[in-house]
C-alpha cells in the first residue's frame, strides 16, 4: 500500500528509490513503523538541491536516546541524500489528532 502512495508522487526517481530501500528497511524493523513525507517533495514544489523532509513513527525509539535514535535512521539512507528526520514513539491518541497529524503529513509507509 505505501509503494502505492510513493508511486504517485511527482518525485526524482533517485529520490523514490532511495525512500523505497529506507521505508523497507525500517519495516524490517518495525513493522508497524509509519513514515511520512513532509516539505517541498512532499508539496511537489523541490528543487534539485533540496533535502528530504520525513516524519518517522516508530517504537524502535523507545529508550534510546536522541543520538542513537538519529544514527539508527540515518543509517538507512544514502550519503548523498540531505535528509530532515524527525522521529517520535508514537502517533497523537486524543480525539480527532490521530487524523489531522495523518492529513498534515502525508503518509507513505
Given amino acids: 500500500m ?14 523514490k528509490a532511495a525512500l523505497k530501500r529506507f ?9 508497524g513503523c509509519e513514515v511520512y513525507l513532509f ?20 517504537s524502535t525509539f523507545e529508550g534510546l536516546d536522541l543520538g ?11 550519503d548523498w541524500l540531505s535528509a530532515e528526520l524527525l522521529y517520535t514513539t508514537g502517533v497523537p491518541q486524543g480525539e480527532g489528532e490521530e487524523r489531522d497529524y495523518k492529513r498534515r503529513y502525508g503518509a507513505l509507509g
Avoid at 505505501?2 to 529520490?15: D, F, H, Q, V, Y
Avoid at 521505508?23 to 513493522?31: A, G, Q
Avoid at 528543487?47 to 513513527?57: E, G, N, P, Y
Fill in 23 to 31: 521505508i523497507n528497511e525500517l519495516k524490517k524493523l518495525d513493522r
Fill in 39 to 58: 516539505g517541498s517533495y512532499a508539496r511537489g514544489d523541490w528543487l534539485a538541491k533540496s533535502d528530504l523532509d520525513s516524519l518517522i513513527v516508530s
Fill in 68 to 78: 542513537k535514535s538519529y544514527l539508527k535512521l540515518r543509517r538507512l539512507l544514502p
Fill in 2 to 15: 505505501w509503494s502505492s502512495a510513493l508511486e504517485a508522487l511527482n518525485l526524482p526517481n533517485r529520490i
